[in-house]
């Protein structure tokens, strides 16, 4: 069994930037692909962006070139770099680990973070 911690949720000001950690239990971490996925109040959570175990990624248009995701696998983190962010980022982000290892664009995901808020003032 995995279990991912996700830190890093807050209130910023929009433009400003948040970085998201989600720590993960277990030595296999280096072989999971990893997804950040969000859910607004009232709406479907959706799969914002996604790092496979080869570093191969994938990002939703809203956030391509603001947001970054990265792995540091000595560490059993990945990150999500949240940068110019605007009030429609505002949700509850969750982590999630798939191991297949390769990306997968729906939730289909093994193992889920209990979710951080990050809330983003006008």
């Known amino acids: 069994q995995v279990q991912l911690v996700e830190s890093g949720g807050g209130l910023v000001q929009a433009g400003g930037s948040l970085r998201l950690s989600c720590a993960a239990s277990?030595?296999?971490?280096?072989?999971?692909?990893m997804g950040w996925f969000r859910q607004a109040p009232g709406k479907e959570r959706e799969l914002i962006t996604a790092?496979?175990?080869?570093?191969?990624?994938y990002y939703i248009d809203s956030v391509k070139g603001r947001f970054t995701i990265s792995r540091d696998n000595g560490k059993n983190t990945v990150y999500l770099q949240m940068n110019s962010l605007k009030p429609e980022d505002t949700a509850v982000y969750y982590c999630?680990?798939?191991?297949?290892?390769?990306?997968?664009?729906?939730?289909?995901?093994?193992?889920w973070g209990q979710g951080t808020q990050v809330t983003v003032s006008s």
């Open positions: 277990g030595r296999t971490f280096s072989t999971y692909a």
């Open positions: 999630a680990a798939s191991r297949a290892g390769l990306i997968i664009r729906g939730d289909s995901y093994d193992y």
């Open positions: 790092i496979s175990w080869g570093r191969n990624t």
